[in-house]
């Protein structure tokens, strides 16, 4: 049977600070895996105007049942006002794959 996995990513504008992000969340446990991508280039409104900024994509490996405590972690260390984070059920990975998120987590 295929266990329930996470992905969830967030964006952040410093890559030492994705860096220190992802490390933090992997020694957490709670995440398997924690990459950063980028540089990507976000255009978004705020304060009533349109940005343009250079960030860093942290994309995480988790499970169901440590998605909810991922997310309060990102909240109460993203150095953003409204950080972007968000996430999803992993639909298709192998059964090997989901079983070594599940192994190497604190689930």
Do not use: N
């Amino acid at each position: 049977m295929r266990r329930t996995c996470f992905q969830v990513q967030t964006t952040i504008d410093d890559r030492e600070r994705a860096d220190a992000l992802v490390r933090g969340v992997v020694e957490k446990r709670l995440a398997a895996c924690g990459q950063v991508l980028g540089p990507i280039e976000s255009t978004y409104w705020w304060d009533g105007r349109v940005e343009t900024e250079t960030e860093w994509m942290c994309v995480f490996k988790t499970t169901a049942k440590l998605a909810p405590r991922l997310t309060a972690f990102l909240l109460e260390t993203h150095p953003y006002e409204v950080p972007e984070i968000v996430g999803f059920e992993m639909g298709l990975s192998s059964p090997d794959y989901s079983e070594w998120i599940h192994d190497e987590t604190d689930d």
